[in-house]
């Protein structure tokens, strides 16, 4: 018998459970024909960097796979079942897709198949999202009491690396879209090797000082896995079970299983809650009144270009369209920037990074936008506004992030680096003077909050 594995958010062969599964499936003698479907629905918005890095990752796992990937683009519940049909597969594999589009779409195809089963042996997660709940049954809604829940509970060993799978070959297969044009943006290398190469060179030269690095966004201190575990290149239960157990890195490992737990929160969230993803979690900081008049778009553009006159806020906005990646800490200061100083709406910001991130995910994204905007889950009080100025002289005392993405500051003194409107002569050349003031938009800010928390 054939069967059908169907590759999506699942780009190796690795500690891949759906493979393993698909192999089984097959017996002694079948074969398992690897397919991945172009799904416009997915690859339109995606934005340029997320397509160029997945059609990287394509490539690498064609390589992977000597050349037997299927790739067939369109609707998945038309395209799978005409290619069940056509190699006469018995069954299709996947890896769950916890997502709401992804539930959408895989009831479709699952309803197209008929017979066929459709078999979800995994998920992209260490705990499948939804396993993890209170003692009553009911969803976390903060992360502390998750995370501890979700370690209590535990996950799977990595799955071994199957050696050897008979995969069907000779069946039709559309090319790998075009390359995209990304302008001076560079990518990482993509696909499995690459992510392990990631991963190993963070476990053994950056973890140990992971605590002491991780904020600070000039130095290279953190692991960026993030669009490799957006893709699957990589599992996170392959970090977790490579995770060092000696005292020297215990803090180090404890900080960083804690980010992957975020990352298993947030999908947690959007799985119990599908809306989030759009609609405020929090209703009531949900209702504050965001800016939509003249001004707006030019206020707007100035965000997105990285010229608003404070460096931080600009620095993080350049390196988003420079390596479509920014640093946590400095995704935190440009959203809170553009929703508490500007007064616009997070929905729009969370969009724009989509489209920009090359780890651009829905529930890492849409969630973090809504604990920095006040109305997640777990939120960040709203009154808590980031001051982007003190934020720039606490995580990157030196001036050497903002140096590095906005060259008309390399010249001001270290002491002008984030207020360069205190320099003499003001800011230099081709800078400009803040767009607006931070110390008088935090107080509408707070009024804002006022008023629908008293209900006025
Ligand atoms: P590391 O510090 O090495 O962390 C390891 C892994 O843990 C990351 O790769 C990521 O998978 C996970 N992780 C770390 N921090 C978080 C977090 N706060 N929330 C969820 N998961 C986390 N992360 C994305 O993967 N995709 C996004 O689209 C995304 N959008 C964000 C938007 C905003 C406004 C904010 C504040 C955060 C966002 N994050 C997003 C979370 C975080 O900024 C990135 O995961 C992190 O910067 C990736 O770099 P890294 O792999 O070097 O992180």
Not at 40 to 49: E, H, K, Q
Not at 113 to 140: E, H, M, N
Request: proline share 9%; net charge neutral.
């Amino acid at each position: 018998p054939t069967s059908l594995l169907w590759f999506r958010r699942d780009l190796r062969l690795g500690d891949h459970p759906a493979l393993l599964a698909a192999l089984d499936d097959a017996g002694p003698g079948g074969d398992v024909l690897p397919v991945f479907v172009l799904d416009p629905r997915l690859w339109r918005p995606a934005g340029g960097p997320r397509r160029q890095f997945l059609r990287d990752c394509l490539a690498d796992l064609q390589q992977s796979l000597g050349g037997a990937l299927v790739l067939r683009s369109g609707e998945p519940a038309t395209v799978l079942p005409a290619l069940v049909r056509e190699v006469g597969a018995t069954s299709v594999h996947v890896s769950a897709d916890t997502g709401p589009y992804g539930r959408r779409r895989d009831a479709a195809v699952e309803a197209a198949l008929g017979d066929v089963p459709l078999l979800r042996t995994g998920s992209p997660y260490a705990v499948t999202p939804g396993r993890v709940t209170k003692g009553d049954g009911t969803p976390f809604k903060v992360f502390s009491p998750f995370a501890r829940a979700w370690r209590a509970h535990g996950w799977r060993a990595p799955a071994p690396r199957p050696e050897t799978v008979r995969w069907l070959r000779d069946v039709a297969s559309e090319d790998l879209p075009p390359a995209q044009d990304l302008g001076a943006t560079r990518l990482p290398a993509a696909g499995e090797s690459a992510a392990l190469a990631a991963w190993d060179r963070f476990r053994e030269e950056l973890l140990p000082g992971y605590p002491d690095t991780r904020d600070r966004p000039a130095t290279d201190g953190t692991s960026r896995l993030s669009a490799y575990l957006k893709y699957g290149c990589v599992h996170p239960r392959t970090l977790l079970a490579a995770l060092p157990d000696d005292d020297r890195t215990a803090e180090a490992v404890r900080r960083f299983a804690d980010e992957l737990a975020w990352r298993e929160f947030y999908a947690d969230v959007l799985w119990h809650r599908p809306e989030s993803a759009r609609e405020p979690l929090d209703a009531r900081a949900g209702a504050i009144e965001y800016d939509s008049g003249p001004g707006t778009e030019e206020l707007w553009t100035a965000w997105a270009q990285g010229r608003t006159g404070y460096p931080i806020v600009d620095a993080g906005m350049r390196q988003l369209l420079g390596e479509a990646w920014v640093h946590n800490r400095v995704r935190m200061i440009v959203a809170s920037f553009l929703v508490k100083d500007l007064h616009q709406d997070w929905r729009r910001g969370a969009r724009h990074f989509l489209q920009h991130l090359v780890d651009g995910d829905l529930a890492s994204n849409n969630h973090g936008w809504q604990w920095v905007a006040g109305t997640g889950t777990d939120a960040s009080p709203y009154y808590r506004v980031f001051n982007p100025t003190r934020q720039g002289k606490q995580f990157d005392p030196d001036g050497e992030y903002v140096r590095r993405w906005v060259p008309e500051l390399r010249d001001v003194p270290a002491r002008f680096v984030h207020e360069p409107w205190l320099a003499p002569g003001g800011p230099p050349p081709g800078y400009p003077e803040p767009v607006v003031d931070h110390a008088a938009e935090q107080q509408v800010a707070l009024a804002r909050y006022e008023q629908v928390r008293s209900g006025g």
